[in-house]
C-alpha cells in the first residue's frame, strides 16, 4: 500500500495489515517524526510538507517495485503525510514484511533513503509567521550509493 | 508548435510567484533550452537558471540534457526533494 495523505496514521493498524498467518517471518518498520528544530516553544514551531500530486505516488511505486525485485518481500507500505504538521507529529511510515529479517531490514533502509532523495515532497519549517524551505542534504544523496 | 503546462514547486514557486504556466514550443526541446524559454517569457524567470533547479517531465526526474518528447504533457521544475 502506498498512501500520500494529510491525517496521522496509526502504526498498529498498519503493522497488522502487513503479517500473512504462517508465512511472514519479519516485519521491519520504520517512522519519521517531526523534531523541534527552534529555541522558540514547540507551539510556535510547525512544519508544511508539500508533494507534486501524482508524481510523488509515482516516484514511491517506482521505489517500491525496485526493493521488490531486489529483495523477496512479502508486503511493503509507505505512508507519507503532507500538509500542516506539528513537532512530535509522525511524518512517514515504511513497514516490510518478509521470510526473514535481513530483507526486511535491508529493503525498509533502501526505501527510506531513496525517499528521502528520489520522492516529490519538500519540507518548509514554520516559527510564527516566518517560514524556511528545508535544503536537501548532501549525506542523503551519498547515502544512495550504498545501494548501486 | 505544442501547448505545454510547466508546473513549479516550494521555493522555486514562491521565487517564480507562479505554480503553473503554458506555453507554446517547438518540441522535441531539452530541458536545458525550455528552462531558457521560460526565462525569457516570464518576468521573474532567471531562478529557473539556478543551479539548484531540478525538473521532471511527466512524472520523471530529467537533466538539463534529456529532451521533452513531443508526447509530454507536463513539466516540472524544483529545488532538491527533502521527504521522509
Known sequence: MIQVQEQDFHVQELYQSLLEANVTGAVAMFVGLVRHFSDLPVEDCGFELEHYPGMTEHNLKSIVNEAKERWPLLDVTVVHRVGRLSINDQIVFVGVSAAHRAEAFAACDFIMDYLKSRAAFWKKETQGENGQWVSAVEKDELSLKRWS | ?84
Open chain 2, 1 to 84: 508548435m505544442s501547448r505545454i503546462n510547466v508546473v513549479f514547486f516550494a521555493s522555486l514557486r514562491e521565487k517564480l510567484a507562479m505554480a503553473e504556466y503554458q506555453l507554446e514550443v517547438e518540441l522535441p526541446l531539452s530541458v536545458a533550452d525550455l528552462k531558457q524559454a521560460l526565462a525569457r517569457e516570464i518576468d521573474t524567470g532567471h531562478h529557473l537558471l539556478e543551479k539548484t533547479v531540478h525538473s521532471s517531465v511527466d512524472f520523471e526526474f530529467t537533466r538539463d540534457q534529456d529532451m521533452i518528447p513531443s508526447s509530454a504533457r507536463e513539466v516540472a521544475f524544483f529545488p532538491a526533494v527533502t521527504g521522509g
